[in-house]
């Protein structure tokens, strides 16, 4: 399922304040628009209404593509950084504690700590879906 949120954003050139929409998740295979727009870099983009400054928003984003049997999550790498609550979601192997899901390749998402190793692990997916391999 795809996924969004709305949430105020202070520009950081003039400093004024407005509702953006955020993606929280993009499924490819319910809304394949999107993919192009993930790798258009138009996903998770603030752009200033009043003096037009725009740069991407450091927001996780899961990925889905239900055709091809995989997903990706994105974190931003300052989770790292900041947050020892974030770590705790995860178990010594790396895996998320809890995924409500039963014995599927939705249990153990593909991590990854920045947006253009997201874009290459789906590239890499889709050559390995075109040739055929299991």
């Known amino acids: 399922m795809t996924r969004t949120s709305s ?7 003039c400093g ?6 955020l ?3 993009l499924n490819v295979t319910l809304d394949p628009e999107l993919k192009e727009k993930l790798f258009e870099g138009k996903i998770n983009i603030f ?3 009043f003096c037009h400054f725009t740069t991407m928003i450091d927001y996780p984003l ?13 974190y ?4 790292l950084m900041v947050n020892e609550d974030y770590l705790k979601m995860f178990r010594k192997n790396g895996k998320i504690r809890e995924i409500p899901l039963s014995r599927t390749y939705l249990e153990e998402p593909h991590i990854v ?13 889709e050559k390995i879906f075109q040739i055929g391999q299991d």
């Open 113 to 125: 700590f920045d947006m253009n190793e997201m874009l290459r692990y789906i590239l890499f997916r």
């Open 62 to 74: 899961l990925y889905h593509d239900m055709d091809r049997r995989f997903i990706v999550q994105y």
């Open 23 to 25: 993606w929280d998740s």
């Open 47 to 49: 752009e200033c209404i």
């Open 76 to 79: 931003p790498f300052s989770s």
């Open 16 to 21: 004024r304040q407005q509702e953006v929409v």
């Open 7 to 13: 949430t105020a954003v202070r520009c950081p050139e």
